[in-house]
């Protein structure tokens, strides 16, 4: 198997670097989702303002065993936040909120627990996961599904929230402040979230199959929707619809390959929609693309990267000295990939509907590599010694905890 997808990698990368050979990237795609177990993947690139690829693979339901095309809708996750930030910047350039405005201004009655924070948090810092707030911290208020907790429930209870850092003091992913986020979207414009996203936003971008919701799209009549799957005794099974949809302005997006391509297109075009209306000012774009908080960057890395940070809503890095902007989303049962070189003009879009993140990074880092010109690395054979060595650890651990519990009952 190994020399087989070593093989596949040296003629791969025979492709000319300017562009995509189709059938090649079809091969990858499909040894990737049987490699790791992935029931359905969607693939989209944009280069140069085209589409250059934009296809489905495999099924979008173990259940129903139906394909998954460039139609079928998947919840993007956190690829949502980027979405709560375009949507932050238009009220911005309306004159409506500045980035340092207290939250306060807006959400008279939001604390944190630190007296300081309560006061001095603005809205910038409610977008760029430097607000003191825990990884996931608060996630348990609306994740997963089922909870009784209103968005206005989960702004309130903020001040219960024991901060696990200093105010601006370090990036840790959080929720949380995305959903304060999107409810001063809401109190500022009177739409919901999802309205928002939807009318200000998908409409104008020309997304003319997403959703700002699951509930949307389900009222709406569509069917073509993944479900979403995780492995169950080493293989692939569907799972249930898991999120309340509190959480939308942190990840509640419905969206399909089309529409994630075209979304693409219009970001690295100055947030310019296909008719010449600007939605953002390059003002804006500044902010939202700008490091706001740095992150370590390990000093031998794939692509030769100097720095790391998040934005507004961002993820931002270089890459052999093109800067990326990018985010991935994950669910129970899906994670997704979003990757824009604004200055290569190249955008790369992954979704799939199984939570294997070294699905996505196989495809995604290769057809990054065609583009940046390097030919000598097969990523999806170091993804799979990678995910074949943590489960013979996994296994030799579980193994471990047997014997031991079992040495307890003699």
Do not use: C
């Not at 025979?14 to 177990?37: G, H, N, P, Y």
């Not at 052999?320 to 200055?343: E, S």
């Amino acid at each position: 198997m190994k020399r087989n997808l070593s093989l596949f990698f040296v003629l791969f990368s025979l492709f000319a670097f300017s562009q995509v050979e189709e059938k090649k990237l079809d091969e990858l795609i499909r040894k990737t989702i049987a490699t790791f177990d992935v029931p359905g993947m969607s693939v989209g690139i944009i280069k140069d303002g085209q589409m250059v690829y934009s296809k489905g693979f495999g099924i979008r339901s173990m259940n129903t065993q139906q394909p998954m095309d460039d139609k079928t809708l998947v919840g993007i996750a956190s690829n949502s936040k980027g979405f709560t930030a375009t949507a932050l910047a238009i009220l911005a350039d309306e004159g409506k909120l500045n980035w340092d405005d207290k939250v306060t201004r807006f959400i008279p009655e939001f604390q944190m627990y630190d007296p300081y924070a309560s006061k001095e948090v603005t809205v910038k810092d409610l977008v760029t996961h430097r607000a003191g707030l825990g990884l996931g911290q608060g996630d348990l208020m609306f994740f997963p599904e089922g909870g009784p907790l209103t968005v206005n429930d989960v702004v309130h209870n903020v001040r219960y929230l024991k901060p696990k850092n200093s105010f601006r003091n370090t990036l840790d992913y959080n929720n949380v402040m995305f959903i304060v986020a999107g409810e001063i979207i809401h109190r500022i414009s009177g739409l919901s979230w999802a309205e928002f996203i939807e009318q200000r936003i998908m409409k104008p971008v020309g997304m003319n199959s997403s959703f700002g919701s699951y509930s949307r799209a389900k009222a709406a009549g569509v069917t073509n929707i993944i479900d979403a799957h995780a492995p169950v005794n080493g293989k692939a099974v569907a799972v249930p619809h898991d999120w309340n949809e509190t959480g939308n302005a942190a990840g509640g997006i419905l969206s399909n390959i089309t529409d994630m391509t075209t979304w693409a297109n219009f970001l690295m075009n100055g947030f310019t929609t296909k008719d010449g209306k600007k939605l953002v000012s390059d003002k804006q774009i500044q902010q939202l693309w700008n490091v706001q908080i740095s992150t370590p960057v390990a000093l031998k890395n794939a692509y030769d990267s100097k720095f790391g940070g998040y934005g507004l809503g961002w993820f931002l890095t270089d890459v052999k000295g093109h800067q990326q902007v990018y985010h991935t989303g994950g669910l129970i049962g899906t994670v997704t990939q979003f990757i824009l070189i604004p200055d290569m003009k190249l955008g790369i879009v992954v979704l799939t509907n199984q939570q294997s993140g070294v699905a996505f990074n196989t495809i995604s880092n290769t057809v990054k590599d065609s583009y940046l010109g390097i030919a000598d690395r097969n990523w999806l054979d170091t993804f799979k010694t990678r995910t074949d060595q943590q489960n013979q650890k996994y296994e030799k651990e579980k193994a471990d905890a047997f014997a031991r519990s079992e040495s307890f009952r003699k």
